[in-house]
């Protein structure tokens, strides 16, 4: 129930935040915003699933659905490539949800590590000082709060973006956000008890190493600013 809750906030806010930022208008406008919108929502829910229930079954030895972050972004960023290649769309279309992401992901966070021991988020064992003791006697790494920390840093970044570099940030706000996120989730991943796939790596950070050359790729190119179409 408290995930739940927090779930709720996360979007509520997220919502909000964009609805504030952009006045409504996000991403597409007309017949293409519905399409945009449902590639975008498949990906989302469909890459939380699939690769949090693998990670669950490689690290547990049963089935276990759950929901990622990182797979959702994973799966939603194929979606919507796919959807502009289909369509000739150029140029970002990300940058307008950079800050709802950010601060979504932040309190999103915060029920994961309110949530405890069943949400199967928690760090390996740790003897510092701020180890927390989720429900099985062991103290662990909150890195649930690391990553709200990170995120929570980097919303407060893309509104500072927004104001001062606004053209940068509509070209290229989307890709320094990927990489950001994927940079940080890749360090906090090593302090989780995740089975690993290969090369020492769990399945999360081969994805986030995947979508790290994304967004380097895509930084290097000369993006063109991408305006709303009436």
Same mark, same amino acid.
């Given at each position: 129930?408290?995930?739940?809750?927090?779930?709720?906030? /996360? +979007?509520?806010?997220?919502?909000?935040?964009?609805? #504030?930022?952009?006045?409504?208008?996000?991403?597409?406008?007309?017949?293409? !915003? #519905?399409?945009?919108?449902? +590639?975008?929502?498949?990906?989302?829910?469909?890459?939380? $699933? $699939?690769?949090?229930?693998?990670?669950? %079954?490689?690290?547990?030895?049963?089935?276990?659905?759950?929901?990622?972050?990182?797979?959702?972004?994973?799966? /939603?960023?194929?979606?919507?490539?796919?959807?502009?290649?289909?369509?000739?769309? !150029?140029?970002?279309?990300?940058?307008?949800?950079?800050?709802?992401?950010?601060?979504?992901? /932040?309190?999103?966070?915060?029920?994961?590590?309110?949530?405890?021991?069943?949400?199967?988020?928690?760090?390996?064992?740790?003897?510092?000082?701020?180890?927390?003791?989720?429900?099985?006697?062991?103290?662990?790494?909150?890195?649930?709060?690391?990553?709200?920390?990170?995120?929570?840093?980097?919303?407060?970044? *893309?509104? #500072?973006?927004?104001? %001062? !570099?606004?053209?940068?940030?509509?070209? !290229?706000?989307? %890709?320094?956000?990927?990489?950001? %996120?994927?940079?940080?989730?890749?360090?906090?991943?090593?302090?989780?008890?995740?089975?690993?796939?290969?090369?020492?790596?769990?399945?999360?950070? $081969?994805?986030? $190493?995947?979508?790290?050359?994304?967004?380097?790729?895509?930084?290097?190119?000369?993006?063109? *600013?991408?305006?709303?179409? /009436?």
């Amino acid at each position: 129930m408290v995930h739940l809750l927090f779930d709720l906030l /996360a +979007y509520a806010t997220s919502f909000l935040v964009a609805f #504030w930022l952009f006045k409504g208008k996000i991403a597409l406008s007309g017949e293409d !915003k #519905w399409g945009y919108y449902t +590639y975008a929502v498949v990906g989302f829910v469909v890459g939380a $699933i $699939i690769f949090s229930t693998i990670n669950n %079954y490689l690290s547990l030895h049963k089935l276990s659905f759950g929901k990622s972050v990182i797979g959702a972004l994973f799966g /939603a960023i194929l979606a919507i490539e796919i959807f502009k290649k289909r369509y000739g769309i !150029k140029g970002s279309t990300g940058a307008y949800f950079v800050p709802s992401l950010a601060i979504g992901i /932040a309190i999103g966070r915060i029920g994961c590590f309110l949530t405890g021991i069943s949400d199967f988020t928690y760090g390996v064992p740790t003897n510092l000082p701020w180890g927390v003791d989720f429900g099985d006697g062991i103290l662990r790494h909150p890195v649930q709060l690391y990553e709200s920390f990170a995120m929570f840093a980097f919303f407060l970044f *893309s509104l #500072w973006l927004l104001k %001062y !570099k606004r053209a940068f940030f509509m070209q !290229k706000g989307f %890709y320094i956000f990927t990489f950001y %996120y994927e940079f940080q989730r890749f360090l906090w991943e090593f302090l989780k008890p995740y089975a690993k796939v290969a090369f020492g790596l769990n399945i999360f950070q $081969i994805l986030a $190493i995947l979508l790290m050359v994304y967004a380097t790729v895509y930084l290097k190119l000369k993006a063109g *600013s991408f305006k709303l179409r /009436a």
